[in-house]
């Protein structure tokens, strides 16, 4: 189903409970990407800084670290212990080698202002987080299908 199998999906998102779901559903439509998974914003700059400064140490080309390492997209939940989504979406666009990455938002806030910020900010996309089992299936597959099988990413140098 999935044509970019090899390329990780970066999850960010504290609730066990709505990473299980997200996990269960995307294993039932067949994604295959890796997923990986931060709980919090520390762990994401973490996750995407190391990865590239042990691309660095090891004498790589930082051009390769993007396709390479980088994840093909980012969910990202907005409230989130210590460093929150809001800021996380702002300093990932504001660096010059991850303003790339699609950001899309995924939250159960459905706040004008928010939605409003996290475009202003440079999210690509905004979910908001159905309570409603169907309709959570139907956004979950509806991400799928765009972001991990129909969207082309620009190609980096």
Same mark, same amino acid.
């Given at each position: ?52 400064? !042990?691309?660095?140490? &090891? ?5 390769? #670290?993007?396709?390479?390492?980088? %994840?093909?997209? *980012?969910? +990202? ?17 504001? !660096?010059?080698?991850? &303003? ?5 938002? #995924?939250?159960?806030?459905?706040? %004008?202002?928010? *939605?409003? +910020? ?34 082309? %990413?620009?190609?980096?140098?």
């Amino acid at each position: 189903m999935t044509k970019k199998l090899h390329e990780p999906l970066l999850v960010v998102e504290d609730s066990n409970e709505d990473f299980r779901m997200l996990q269960r559903l995307m294993r039932r439509m067949c994604v295959q990407n890796p997923i990986h998974r931060c709980t919090n914003g520390d762990e994401v700059l973490e996750f995407l800084y190391q990865q590239r400064s !042990d691309a660095y140490s &090891k004498g790589e080309d930082l051009r390769n #670290f993007p396709v390479a390492l980088r %994840p093909s997209v *980012i969910l +990202l939940d907005l409230n989130l212990p210590g460093i929150d989504g809001r800021d996380i979406l702002d300093r990932l666009k504001q !660096d010059k080698s991850l &303003k790339e990455i699609p950001i899309v938002v #995924f939250t159960t806030s459905s706040n %004008p202002k928010d *939605i409003e +910020l996290c475009y202003q900010k440079g999210a690509n996309g905004y979910l908001v987080k159905p309570m409603d089992a169907q309709e959570l299936k139907k956004t979950i597959q509806a991400f799928v299908d765009y972001w991990l099988e129909a969207n082309m %990413p620009p190609v980096l140098d």
